[in-house]
C-alpha cells in the first residue's frame, strides 16, 4: 500500500475498521472447540466485546467527524480490545484450564464487592451509610452466605504460593504486560498499550492532547487532533485483526489472508 497522507490517514483506518467488522459479523455459527464449552463460548464473547469496540469507534467517527471526536473515549475503548486480544491468546495456551479460571475468577470479584459494600454501611457520611445499605439489601444480603461459601471454595485457586501466599489481584496473578509478553504480544504492549494507558491514568500526555499554543497564550481545547483519531482506528483495527486471525485459527472459520485483505481498501473500493 502507498504512504497516506494526513488527511487520508483517519479514512483509511475507518475504512478498514468497518470492513474488519462486517467480517466478524459475516460469522453464522461457531463449532463447540475440543476444550469445551467454556472455552468457546469466552472467546465468542470475546469477538462480541471487539466487534461492539470497533463499532462503538465507526459510530463516534460518523456522528462526530475528524474535529470533533473524542479522542479520550476512543483511546480507551481502543484499549480494552487490546487487553481482550491478550487474554485470549494466553487462555488459548492452556484452553480448558484458563477459560475456568477466568471464569471462576467472578467468585473472587463478587466477595471483594461485597465486602466493600458491608465496610461503607458504617461510613461517617449519612448519605454513603444510607445509598450502601439499600445496595445491601439489594443486591448483597440474601447472597452473603452463598458467595462467602464460594469465596472459600475458590479462593485457594487464586492465591500465590509460600508462607505469606496473597490473593491474586486479577484472575490469572499477572500483569497485562506479562501476559503480552508470554504471547508474543511485547512489542504491540510498548508501543501502543502504553500510549492508550495515557488515556485512562490521565497523565500529563492526556493534557497536552488538549494544549495548543497561541500567540496570547496557551488554550485547552476539546477539539480532536486529526492524527489522533487516525491512531485510534488505527490502533483499533490492528488489534480487531489480531483477535480475528486468532480466532479463526482456533475455530476453523476464518482464513488469515481474508482478515489481511480489509487492509487493501483500494482494492475493496475497485470491487464496489
Known amino acids: 500500500m502507498r504512504g497516506l497522507t494526513l488527511e487520508e490517514y483517519a479514512p483509511y483506518h475507518r475504512q478498514v475498521l468497518h470492513t474488519l467488522s462486517m467480517l466478524a459479523q459475516s460469522i453464522k455459527g461457531v463449532r463447540t472447540h475440543s476444550a469445551g464449552l467454556e472455552y468457546t463460548s469466552l472467546m465468542s464473547s470475546f469477538l462480541m466485546h ?17 474535529e470533533w471526536f473524542p479522542v479520550t473515549v476512543g483511546y480507551g475503548i481502543a484499549r480494552t480490545m487490546f487487553e481482550v486480544d491478550v487474554a485470549a491468546h494466553y487462555i488459548s495456551q492452556s484452553p480448558q484450564e484458563r477459560a475456568s479460571q477466568y471464569i471462576l475468577f467472578e467468585h473472587i470479584l463478587n466477595k471483594q464487592a461485597m465486602d466493600v459494600c458491608n465496610k461503607h454501611r458504617r461510613s461517617v457520611d ?11 439489601q439489594a443486591k448483597w444480603e440474601k ?14 485457586f487464586f492465591t500465590s504460593s509460600g508462607k505469606n501466599g496473597r490473593l491474586f489481584h486479577n484472575w490469572s496473578g499477572k500483569s497485562i504486560r506479562q501476559l503480552a509478553v508470554e504471547v508474543a504480544h511485547e512489542e504491540a504492549y510498548d508501543i501502543f498499550y502504553s500510549e492508550l494507558s495515557s488515556f485512562t491514568h490521565a497523565d500529563v500526555r492526556l493534557a497536552n492532547r488538549s494544549l495548543r499554543l497561541r500567540p496570547d497564550g496557551p488554550s485547552w481545547t476539546q477539539r ?12 483499533a ?19 488469515a489472508v481474508a482478515v489481511d485483505a480489509c487492509w487493501d481498501v483500494e482494492e475493496i473500493k475497485s470491487k464496489n
Not at 462503538?56 to 467517527?61: E, K, Q, R, T
Open 126 to 136: 449519612p448519605s454513603w451509610r444510607e445509598a450502601m445499605e439499600i445496595e445491601w
Open 50 to 66: 471487539n466487534v461492539s469496540g470497533a463499532r462503538s469507534l465507526l459510530a463516534l467517527y460518523e456522528l462526530s467527524g475528524v
Open 237 to 255: 483495527a490492528s488489534f480487531l485483526t489480531c483477535y480475528l486471525k486468532h480466532f479463526g485459527s482456533q475455530f476453523g472459520i476464518l482464513d
Open 143 to 156: 447472597r452473603e452466605q452463598e458467595i462467602n461459601d464460594k469465596f472459600i471454595e475458590f479462593a485457594p
Open 224 to 235: 480532536a487532533n486529526e492524527p489522533d483519531v487516525g491512531e485510534v482506528l488505527h490502533n
